[in-house]
């Protein structure tokens, strides 16, 4: 098989994952899209689990498979997927997600009939009965794609997340890909940021994957942690990119009660009402994280 008849790049970027990556795995083999056109790149940092053998075992007819490994963080596995992508498209699995079975070709077709969109985002689908973090956290995504309010802490408008988006590598590399020296999360919004400013669309699709988020408030509070260490950088580099006030505990506390009637209109459940306890306390490990890569001279 020639790269040349490759049209969409899957770019799995993967640590210690094992209990996890088959659901993933067995949602990308069993797509609609034909695998003859589909590459999966697999960028695994050093796991020391079997996620790599389970990803190998499972792969069915999934023929154009490469694995790398990287020590060096998210933004530079990403990078890698960029810069060794033979097709035209690249859409981001994580080790988290399971894809609808029409995700990758009603993707690419969006993309061919909208030349001018650069990213384009796809939906979450509701995903409860993981323990109360994990369903406060889905149940955001769930009411921010059905509701229309996926919309980032940002100046310049809506910045969509590498999970499940599809990226013309076209406006990828025209920007540079994505910056190798983020120690943290948020490289996919920064690098949308400069999509964005090279005059590329931005958007969402209808199409919908499922994630599993945190199962625990301790995860939860390192994982928002993380986030702030990469806004930090952010904020450094391209300070439009990022509003710090709606970042704040307080803007958290009211974008979780502006959410929480979608959220029980979407299930019934009157728990999700405490969604602006769980938007306080993630914005709170995020302004936490920013303080800590700040005081440690991190982004400057």
Not at 190 to 208: D, I
Request: glycine share 10%.
């Amino acid at each position: 098989m020639t790269s040349e008849s490759i049209v969409v790049t899957v770019g799995l970027c993967v640590k210690n994952a094992e209990s996890i990556i088959k659901k993933a795995i067995d949602s990308l083999r069993n797509q609609s899209f034909p695998a003859d056109k589909t590459e999966l790149i697999v960028v695994d940092g050093n796991s020391t689990d079997n996620t790599l053998k389970i990803i190998k075992k499972n792969l069915g007819n999934l023929r154009n498979v490469k694995v790398y490994s990287e020590s060096s963080g998210l933004g530079f596995a990403r990078q890698m997927v960029v810069e060794k992508a033979s097709g035209k498209y690249i859409v981001w699995l994580d080790a988290d997600m399971t894809l609808s079975k029409d995700y990758l070709k009603n993707q690419v077709r969006f993309m061919d009939a909208h030349p001018e969109v650069g990213i384009a985002g796809g939906n979450y689908r509701v995903n409860m009965g993981h323990g109360l973090a994990a369903d406060l956290e889905n149940i955001v995504n769930a009411v921010d794609s059905v509701y229309g309010q996926r919309r980032s802490a940002s100046k310049f408008g809506y910045l969509p997340g590498a999970e499940g988006a599809i990226y013309r590598v076209e406006a990828v590399r025209q920007v540079g890909g994505f910056d190798t020296r983020i120690n943290g999360a948020a490289e996919d919004t920064e690098m949308a940021y400069r999509v964005c400013a090279k005059g590329w669309g931005l958007t969402t699709t209808k199409e919908w994957f499922t994630e599993s988020t945190r199962g625990s408030w301790q995860s939860l509070w390192k994982q928002y942690f993380w986030y702030g260490r990469g806004g930090h950088f952010i904020f450094h580099k391209n300070p439009n990119a990022l509003n710090l006030i709606q970042m704040s505990p307080p803007a958290g506390f009211i974008a979780g009660i502006l959410r929480s009637p979608g959220a029980y209109l979407l299930t019934h459940n009157k728990r999700f009402f405490l969604l602006p306890v769980h938007y306080m306390y993630k914005r709170l490990a995020w302004f936490f994280g920013f303080c800590d890569a700040h005081l440690n001279g991190y982004g400057h």
